[in-house]
């Protein structure tokens, strides 16, 4: 048996291999070069153009581009009207920011447990948690895998609650054959460096809903309108008037650029995507101490992360002597998500462990292995390699 690196072995890989990553070529930084040469910076035409290339893609009426995933989130809330005494059904296994932009609008997150095969919001818990408080829904494509669409808007037409999706890990995922952001009222992607496209930072929301674009229009930009039709009064060409309170959620024409010349490579990097995760289910999916990745029939994933459930009980050890020794062998992982509620901020405001069992428990035992598009079939070997050698090692 080889010696672990962690135990003083020869790494399987001399650097360490990053568990997500941009893929930038020379069209991309060409498109940014482009703009810093022209007239404008921010909200010139390439915005525009971005939200419009968008909110085509997913097949969507109206895009608003944002600074941040974050900030859309928040944008989405405040459209739906979200304010205090208000309760948003939230999924347990996510980043903060789904939870947080409810927190920024004065609402309370309701967190919902999860589906033990596809780790996304579990529907029926949703069910469970809907009161005469509940205003919103905010489930979230964990991995990229689409959430059941069609099921939440059951309940959420039933009792009258707006889904805002956060879809920041499912740009150019599939729902029952079509792109993920036309289905919910307003849906959220992010163009964090790790996700499927990038702006360096960047979000932005899609929508069929006018009132919903009108508001955060808005809402990007001071709360502030020139909509002839909109002012009280007008004094003049110059005039503009903020009617309500908004934020500098602005995204750079900079920004913009770069994300149209990366959607133009965005299906590409998709089919890489899947090409590894093939790759890794192949390689992974007969050892007994892990399972791999569960996709339902109506999705068809773009694959923004890889997470295996490690199954412990068959180990010696736990899972972070399987992460430490994976890191020592130059394996970038990850673990995706803490659930929420348990960062000490939202202890502090009173939620408990043994909230949503069934997200804690996978907590315990998932770990996330490399995944971007620029990744070579050497990468994924030595990934698959390095998981053999720690597994047979720590095996009972
Ligand atoms: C990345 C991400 C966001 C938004 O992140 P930003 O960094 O603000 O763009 C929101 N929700 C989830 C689940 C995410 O992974």
Redesign the pocket.
């Known amino acids: 048996m080889d010696k672990l690196a962690i135990n003083g072995g020869e790494p399987v890989r001399d650097e360490l291999l990053t568990y997500g990553k941009q893929s930038i070529d020379d069209d991309d930084i060409q498109a940014v070069v482009d703009v810093l040469k022209g007239d404008f910076l921010t909200t010139g035409p390439y915005v525009k153009e971005f939200e419009n290339k968008i909110a085509e893609y997913v097949g969507a009426k109206y895009a608003v581009a944002v600074s941040?995933?974050?900030a859309g989130?928040h944008m989405a809330c405040y459209a739906a009207g979200i304010t205090e005494g208000d309760e948003v059904i939230v999924s347990s296994l996510?980043?903060a920011?789904?939870s947080n932009a409810v927190l920024y609008c004065g609402g309370t997150p309701i967190f919902a447990d999860i589906d033990p095969l596809t780790y996304n919001i579990d529907v029926k818990d949703i069910e469970k948690k809907i009161t005469d408080k509940t205003k919103a829904i905010i489930p979230?494509d964990f991995t990229g895998q689409s959430v059941d669409m069609d099921a939440i808007k059951v309940l959420a037409e039933k009792h009258d609650l707006v889904i805002i999706e956060?879809a920041?890990?499912a740009l150019g995922s599939e729902y029952k054959g079509e792109k993920v952001g036309s289905q919910a009222d307003m849906v959220e992607f992010?163009?964090?460096p790790v996700?499927p496209i990038t702006t360096a930072?960047g979000?932005i929301v899609t929508t069929n809903n006018e009132d919903y674009y009108e508001k955060m229009m808005e809402f990007r930009t001071h709360g502030i309108t020139r909509d002839p039709d909109k002012l009280k009064v007008d004094h003049g060409p110059w005039y503009y008037e903020q009617q309500t309170l908004g934020y500098n959620y602005r995204l750079t024409d900079v920004q913009s650029a770069l994300g149209t010349s990366q959607l133009s490579k965005l299906n590409n990097f998709i089919e890489r995507r899947r090409g590894i995760v093939g790759m890794y289910n192949k390689a992974l999916k007969d050892i007994e101490e892990i399972t791999t990745p569960y996709e339902a029939e109506f999705s068809n994933s773009g694959w923004h992360i890889y997470v295996i459930k490690l199954n412990t009980e068959k180990l010696n050890v736990s899972r972070k002597e399987v992460f430490e020794a994976l890191y020592a062998e130059n394996i970038g992982v990850n673990v995706h998500y803490l659930p929420v509620y348990l960062h000490p901020y939202y202890e502090e405001l009173g939620y408990e462990k043994g909230l949503c069992p069934k997200a804690e428990a996978l907590y315990e035992n998932i770990i996330t292995l490399p995944l971007h598009p620029n990744m070579t079939n050497d990468d994924v070997k030595d990934v698959v390699d390095a998981m053999n050698k720690v597994l047979d090692y720590y095996r009972k």
């Open positions: 941040n995933g974050t989130l996510t980043f920011a789904s979230v956060d920041a890990h992010s163009f964090h996700k930072e979000g």
